[in-house]
Nanobody, 123 residues
Framework: QVQLVESGGGLVQAGGSLRLSCAVSGLTFSNYAMAWFRQAPGREREFVAAIRFGTYYADSVKGRFTISRDVAKNTVALEMNSLKPEDTAVYSC???????????????????WGQGTQVTVSS
């Protein structure tokens, strides 16, 4: 059974930092591309960052967020700095086996999802 479990969300002031983590089990972690998506109230789920042979970021978070993975621990992390109120959302990690940079941001391409963790940035 594949499981993706996020942790690390919370409430932070604008300009602050948070580190999210996603623990993965039930699949061969090293074979999968991993990504973070987020969904704010009333909005569609949007791509944030992904990692496979390289790293990929949405323009809105480039330079502020960093995605990384620890193959030994089967975890993927999202370091978020200089947080803004518009970063408030539920953040979910996702996994996909067949990876293409051309479709990195397409949520329909990811096979497994976590339940998400809430990030709230106050102004």
């Amino acid at each position: 059974q594949v499981q993706l479990v996020e942790s690390g969300g919370g409430l932070v002031q604008a300009g602050g930092s948070l580190r999210l983590s996603c623990a993965v089990s039930g699949l061969t972690f090293s074979n999968y591309a991993m990504a973070w998506f987020r969904q704010a109230p009333g909005r569609e789920r949007e791509f944030v960052a992904a990692i496979r042979f390289g790293t990929y970021y949405a323009d809105s978070v480039k330079g502020r967020f960093t995605i990384s993975r620890d193959v030994a621990k089967n975890t993927v992390a999202l370091e978020m700095n200089s947080l803004k109120p518009e970063d408030t959302a539920v953040y979910s990690c996702a996994a996909r086996l067949r990876f293409s940079p051309r479709t990195v941001a397409g949520r329909e391409n990811y096979e497994y999802w976590g339940q998400g963790t809430q990030v709230t940035v106050s102004s």
